[in-house]
């Protein structure tokens, strides 16, 4: 796939609006997608658009999404346009004046159109690459899937044809005017850290969480 570093794709995909904070390197999409925990896929169903948060996963250009062969979100991604959205929050950005309170992040649109995967071994993979991506190394600890379970769940595939990032970076951006005003300003970073491992009722006394889940997340942004 071309990587896009000057421009878009396609015009479609291309950041009007503070055109500035765009960016068409597919590095930093990827970097995006791999680090928000969801993203919002939007759909239209019988006219009417909609627009469901969900869990995903990319391996190379390629972004998965996974449910059950009923799922009528996955069943209109199929033939039809659909947009794909992700988004991770750095930090609140707070200024003086009521105008000027907003968010620093960085975000991902990707327009395009999915296509399922039916081959038995390349469902498997996408699902395995789901667990690893929520939890890193917990695979090969799980029961394997059964025959029943894959053949009752649907992937359907997104490439990462179509695609921009936005960035926006630093402090507020005040008018001097204000800059006397008795008011804090600046910037709130946030991350999200893991708390104390809960577990489940019917869980055999005496076996406890691996070191990487209370672990989870060291390797991520501002953690």
Not at 43 to 65: E, I, K, N, W
Not at 75 to 93: F, H, N, Q
Request: proline residues 8%; negative net charge; hydrophobic residues 35%.
């Amino acid at each position: 796939m071309t990587t896009h570093t000057s421009g878009p794709a396609t015009d479609r995909v291309r950041v009007r609006r503070r055109a500035e904070r765009a960016s068409y390197d597919q590095d930093l999409v990827r970097e995006i997608l791999d680090e928000a925990l969801l993203c919002r896929v939007a759909f239209v169903d019988d006219g009417r658009p909609y627009v469901l948060p969900t869990l995903h996963t990319r391996q190379g250009d390629t972004l998965y999404f996974h449910g059950s062969q009923q799922n009528r979100m996955l069943d209109r991604m199929l033939g039809e346009p659909i947009c794909v959205e992700a988004t991770v929050v750095d930090s609140l950005v707070l200024g003086r004046s009521v105008f000027q309170n907003s968010m620093n992040y960085r975000s991902v649109v990707v327009l395009g159109t999915g296509h399922e995967i039916v081959d038995r071994d390349a469902k498997l993979a996408a699902m395995l690459a789901l667990v690893d991506r929520l939890m890193p190394g917990r695979g090969p600890e799980l029961r394997p899937l059964t025959e029943a379970e894959l053949g009752s769940t649907r992937i359907i595939a997104v490439p990462l044809d179509e695609c921009s990032a936005k960035v926006r970076t630093g402090p507020p951006v005040d008018r001097e005017a204000d800059y006397d005003l008795p008011v804090w300003a600046g910037e709130l970073p946030l991350r999200i850290v893991p708390g104390t491992p809960v577990p489940e009722p019917h869980l055999t006394p005496g076996i406890e969480p691996r070191d990487n889940l209370v672990s989870w997340g060291s390797g991520r942004s501002g953690v």
